[in-house]
């Protein structure tokens, strides 16, 4: 224990004191003092021997354990972390005999002290303080024996668990979770149903639609056979690029249980390069889709420059013409005007004698 100059000032003022004053503590006091620094100390000790026995015995434990599962650690990370549990352990064995230390010298100096100012307390209030100290003792004993039983009873529930770890999840988690799973397949399927019955009566419209012609802006039967050849092969890319990915995942996932000391982020080197080739190949059809894609629209553009009749609905060249004719000719009225005459431009006033042009400017150009 640190003392700050004021205290070691006073501790050694008193060294040197024999006889002891009205203030200073009876021997009973002191004696009682002394067992209860004496018990606390050998409860303290115990304690520590506890969680000393409990660690070595779940170190022998997790030293008795042969299998891991797919997140369990490399021989380096094990490695690492005995060196920093043991550099930690060797640091709090310091502090902790540093502290003894301190507390012993502190001790010494307290024994060794023979007069006692005005602050030593009564009888009663010693009386007070124990039954306090040993009411907060009995209570942190009754908390830590129902943390224990808690403990010993989740123990034994995952001890129960047969193919799952320590961080698997309850029975009713497990099943929340798949009512949950299902209630979304339920309705993914209900949607999907809904879409494909959209989808059909759309398609039946669209075939009812086709059999009273189509206008101008309709495809030509080779468009239309091209259309239905891209909607083809894109079809025919879905699945094959389903069943690569079904594949994929797979592979990845058999790759991943054969794995022993990697954890789940780690990715084989099949792995790395089933990637690389899917992103290789993915390039690839986008490029060739761009192409015919491109390929597409400059075959559709030929074909609709290269349209030269209309539907039933255009009109002929002689229609045309005659229309342009009849357009071009004016149109006299069939009756005379009625009503008030047309708006137009304001009328002038007569020049007056002696008003200059440029005036005269001005106001013709402020009338309009």
């Known amino acids: 224990m640190v003392l700050s100059p004021w205290c070691s000032k006073k501790l050694e003022k008193k060294k040197g004191q024999v006889g002891r004053d009205s ?24 304690h520590d021997e506890k969680v000393a026995a409990a660690a070595k015995e779940q170190k ?52 060794a002290q023979v007069g006692r100012d005005s602050k030593a307390l009564s009888a009663e209030t010693e009386a007070a303080r124990q039954d306090i100290a040993d009411r907060s003792a009995a209570e942190h004993k009754a908390h830590e024996e129902k943390t224990a039983a808690a403990a010993k009873e989740q123990k034994a529930k995952n001890d129960a668990q047969v193919g799952r770890d320590s961080k698997a999840l309850s029975s009713d988690t497990q099943k929340l979770r798949r009512e949950t799973a299902e209630r979304r397949a339920k309705e993914k399927a209900a949607q999907a149903a809904k879409l494909a019955e959209q989808n059909k009566e759309m398609k039946r419209r669209l075939a009812e639609a086709g059999k009273h012609g189509k206008d101008s802006k309709s495809l030509t039967g080779e468009e239309e056979a091209q259309r239905k050849k891209l909607e083809e092969q894109r079809v025919a890319q879905m699945k094959k690029s389903r069943v690569e990915m079904s594949a994929h995942a797979k592979q990845l996932k058999e790759n991943n ?31 060739k889709s761009e192409k015919e894609m491109a390929e597409r629209a400059k075959q559709l553009k030929a074909n609709n420059d290269a349209q030269v009749g209309r539907d039933s609905k255009s009109l002929s060249a002689e229609t045309e013409a005659l229309r342009k004719e009849k357009a071009m000719e004016p149109t006299s009225p069939s009756k005379p005007r009625e009503g008030p005459p047309r708006p137009g431009p304001t009328p002038m006033e007569a020049t007056k004698p002696g008003q200059s042009p440029t005036k005269l400017r001005e106001e013709v150009a402020a009338a309009r």
Do not use: F, M, P, Y
Not at 26 to 44: F, L, P
Not at 79 to 106: C, G, L, P, V, Y
């Open 257 to 287: 249980e054969k794995q022993v000391g990697r954890d789940v982020k780690s990715l084989s080197e099949e792995t790395e390069k089933a990637r690389e080739a899917k992103a290789e190949h993915s390039a690839e059809d986008h490029e």
């Open 23 to 46: 203030k200073a503590l009876s021997a009973e006091t002191e004696a009682g003092r002394k067992e209860i620094a004496d018990r606390s100390a050998a409860d303290h000790k115990a």
């Open 60 to 111: 022998a434990k997790n030293d008795a354990q042969v299998g891991r599962d797919s997140k369990a650690l490399s021989a380096e990370t094990e490695a690492a972390r005995q060196e920093i549990a043991d550099r930690s352990a060797a640091d709090h064995k310091a502090h902790e005999e540093k502290t003894a230390a301190a507390a012993r010298e502190q001790k010494a100096k307290n024994d």
